[in-house]
């Protein structure tokens, strides 16, 4: 019997006492109470006074229910001992929240903590943690914004980013293929261009104007124009005279030439002499073919288009029932549709009155009966 059952029990039995040797030696028996609220004790969230049948006592909130109001960030809970008293008990899920970025919320056993997070760790645009719970502008040179070059570099001091620059004069390279005599001057790399200017002109019909190719001297290339250019070779028994490889000639344009079937739903062509290019012929429509499309059938070619039949196109899934949500057309050759269960825990009604917090369950709904086995 726990202290507070021991008083009450001591408290009964002194007012039994007093009521038998009240009126004159009567052998009758004075009640406690008429109602809870005329015993002796506080009500609180775990405990109630009680008026049974004239007698006072208590009745307990079950072990373990958490009160309403909790203090927050302490890795604990305050719940009831079932006895009439709150205890604290461990709770890891009421983390220490601190607000610093830089630190952890954490809870071990019911112990808060807020650890430094490592450092480098983000906390903010261009921001980092220095390991030590501070959120500072960098820890190292690398976290500052910019790359670093030969003529000037990123500095982090004092936890501040900066720059540094090379001495003018100190050889560098700007990175750029087209220049010489590459220094550092004012913190930038630049050299010298010598094609800068330089117009370059085409030598004959075969050939366009190039470019200047030797940064260092100024000189240009002479390149060939694209094979096939319209040119006159000066001999009147060519016909489609083309450069071909910066030389003008004509050329009989079938020579070698294989017509070729383009697809499925295409025949081989023939070759036009005066261009090279081959016909393209269309199959005859309903040769079969394959469009390389798994969701049709029925494949055949139409017009030297290879298609065939989606039976998903135009369907439109719903939801069969209020724990499925609306599925995919899942089959193109029938049009049938998927029927995925909703999460688990979605909210619905079983249509039973008797039930309550009904939801989905592997896409059954269902609530409890909390009567089910209460005799």
Known sequence: MDATR???FALGTALALIGAGCGGGSTGTTAQCKTA????GVDDFCKARTCDAGKCGFSYTAEGTALPTQTAGTCQKIVCDGSGASVAVTDDTNLPVDGNDCTDDICTGGVPSNPPLPAE???GTGLKCDGHGACVGC???TDCPGSDTTCRWRTCDSSTCGFAKATDGTTCDDGDPNTTGDVCTAGVCAGVDHCVGVVCTAQDQCHVAGTCIDHATGACSNPAKADGTTCDDGNPDTTGDVCTGGVCAGVDHCVGVVCAAQDQCHDAGTCDHAT???SNPAKADGTTCDDGNPSTTGDVCTGGVCAGVDHCVGVVCTAQDQCH???TCI???TGACSNP????GTTCDDGNPNTTGDVCTGGVCAGVDHCVGVV
Do not use: E, I, M
């Not at 609220?37 to 002796?40: F, K, V």
């Open 341 to 344: 269960a909703k999460t688990d």
């Open 139 to 141: 820890v190292a040179a």
């Open 121 to 123: 760790t983000s906390c």
């Open 6 to 8: 021991r008083l009450w």
């Open 37 to 40: 609220d005329t015993c002796p």
């Open 331 to 333: 089959d193109h050759a």
């Open 325 to 327: 949500a609306a599925g």
């Open 276 to 278: 090279g290019g081959c």
